[in-house]
T-cell receptor
Framework: DSGVTQTPKHLITATGQRVTLRCSPR?????VYWYQQSLDQGLQFLIQ???????AKGNILERFSAQQFPDLHSELNLSSLELGDSALYFC?????????????FGPGTRLTVT | GQQVMQIPQYQHVQEGEDFTTYCNSS?????IQWYKQRPGGHPVFLIQ?????EVKKQKRLTFQFGEAKKNSSLHITATQTTDVGTYFC??????????FGTGTRLTIIP
């Protein structure tokens, strides 16, 4: 158990819909990363937050947005969903924002768009 | 763009054989991390390399960081069934954007 929690575990929705994925970081970690993992693909970095502020942006679509709240949990919002958005979404937390600390991954949310 | 190439994509080995996966970057990295993802699981941190030419060992696993800090390798000696999974490198280009390699999926033939 990494100490990072993600909800829901599974999500099935239709094209055009909007969903919110939630992540609670490990106690004491201020940085949250979001990744997308499609079938047989690597981990695509989406976005990073540190202590409530956006720190880095990867290949995140304009239809996707995220935020980190004062209690440090984070939410990833996916809108106007397309079939190609079906994937496993991981969040990871780290103590710092600099990229030279271990990332602790949550169990992921599997999103299926039908 | 800043990319980290990882090879091979798949590796099937007999139990007891050695295994190696390689990561290459076109530009110098600040550091590189390695993660393992078991089937159906989430990535788990293995190690971080920071210094040029650094070599670290964890039991049967040996991690190396190239002299130019552009490449890295993970070598497993005498693989066991518990080594099954996908191994990812993660490069830090110093701009806070972490880039994962495409991963090497290791399967073991008993």
């Amino acid at each position: 158990d990494s100490g990072v929690t993600q909800t829901p575990k599974h999500l099935i929705t239709a094209t055009g819909q909007r969903v919110t994925l939630r992540c609670s970081p490990r106690s004491g970690d201020l940085s949250v990363y979001w990744y997308q993992q499609s079938l047989d693909q690597g981990l695509q970095f989406l976005i990073q937050y540190y202590n409530g502020e956006e720190r880095a942006k990867g290949n995140i679509l304009e239809r996707f947005s995220a935020q980190q709240f004062p209690d440090l949990h984070s939410e990833l919002n996916l809108s106007s969903l397309e079939l190609g958005d079906s994937a496993l979404y991981f969040c990871a937390s780290s103590v710092a924002w600099t990229g030279d600390y271990e990332q602790y991954f949550g169990p992921g949310t599997r999103l299926t768009v039908t | 763009g800043q990319q980290v190439m990882q090879i091979p994509q798949y590796q099937h080995v007999q139990e007891g054989e050695d295994f190696t996966t390689y990561c290459n970057s076109s530009t110098t990295l600040s550091n590189i991390q390695w993660y393992k993802q078991r089937p159906g699981g989430h990535p788990v941190f293995l190690i971080q390399l920071v210094k040029s030419g650094e070599v670290k060992k964890q039991k049967r696993l040996t991690f190396q960081f190239g002299e130019a800090k552009k490449n890295s390798s993970l070598h497993i000696t005498a693989t066991q069934t518990t080594d099954v999974g996908t191994y990812f490198c993660c490069g830090n280009f110093g701009n806070e954007k972490l880039t994962f390699g495409t991963g090497t999926r290791l399967t073991i033939i008993p």
